[in-house]
């Protein structure tokens, strides 16, 4: 075994694709995004490998990695176009594996506001045609049958995972209620149109994967005319924020590591660490220098799927104390209607004031901070642009102007970033 893992070290540099993100921790672990190619240059173990993505090296988690075939390296030289724009095979794909999944069922904000909707729910939920939309390991399928009584639950899943839900079901006691369907939602035949369509299909910066395509799709297909959509509505939220430690980590370090001036490679420090936005930060409630404010609102009964392609928000914040102007933070917040009319609405809130959740918010770290006093404002807007080509993708643009208070100055600062997520 030694001599072939020496033999692998001195093998020649190969190309990997990213299976699902990855966020790097510590200096020389290397960040990427699904769909990523990463030449991988040496196999120091199992677990790590050292590879480099657009030249930037660091270790990757070999887990993460899958070899490009020669195949599809001879596919790319006839037709780079024939990637499949809603990259399926990497988004199932990873779907079909455990992490993802473990991942959500630990998070016990999102997993309990989920089945807390059912319990609240339970006696309007009995004899009720339930559908449950990217069921994943059937979680809020299992909770349907074993707090409610509806007369049946439809729980698709596309990804290979399907198989092993069917087990779930069937360990769980509930294979009379919950019938597992495997395909896409867009594309499955149901026998029936259902009362209720609940699905769990929130990304980054609520819409980053833009799983909700599918459940508008499945809506105007499969919900019967009064049925309830859950989640009912969705909110961004988005406010003016310091990121400190985070400026003074991936910026600041550079001013005098170990006594020497490294300031030359901030602009590269910039373009690396601020051009993307930084999701899973969390930011304390100190941060915020305003009042944060939702600035897009969705109603899942109306939102269409063409909406989707941009989607747009304004703001005007008032500094409520002086400090360092980073950036903006983002989060979600999306609500359950009672289905007793008047019944009291479920809320599951992503945001600093709330239980974390394993989206935390997303950071979008300005070029160069700005210092902000009590009585500034901050107005602008906000663009969710989706990417016409990758269709799990968008790019979010903001525009903002900083008026003075103190009447002496009549600087208004005004800039505009757009950050690509993540294509
Ligand atoms: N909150 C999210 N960001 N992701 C959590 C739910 C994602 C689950 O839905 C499945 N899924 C996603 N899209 C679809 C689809 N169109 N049809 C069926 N299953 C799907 C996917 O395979 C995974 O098991």
Redesign the pocket.
Known sequence: MEAEKEDEDEASPEEYVALSDFIGGGSDQLSFSSGDRLVVHSKPSAEWWWAALQGVPGYVPASYLRLVTAEEEEEEEEDVSSEDPWQDEE??GS?GTLR??LE?LSDKSRTETYRQVILSNSASLKNKVVMD????TGIISLFCAQLAQPSVVYA????S?ADYTRQLVKQNGCEEVVTVLQ????EIELPEQVDVLVS????NCLLF?F?VE?VLQARDRWLRDGGVMWPSSAALTLVPCQADSYYTEKMAFWERPYGLDFTPLQPLAQQEFFTKPKFSHLIEPDDCLTTPCDVICLDMYTLQVRDLEEMKGQFHFCVEKSGVFHGFTAWFTVHFESLEAGGAAVELNTGPDSEPTHWKQTLFMLDRPVSVCAGDSISGSIVLHRNPVWRRHMTVTLQWSINSSTEDTDNCQAGTKSFPMWR
């Open positions: 988004y199932f779907y993802l999944h959500m939309l990217g069921c994943g698709v899943e596309a990804s995972m395909g896409r939602a867009e769990e299909w929130m990304g994967e799983m599918s």
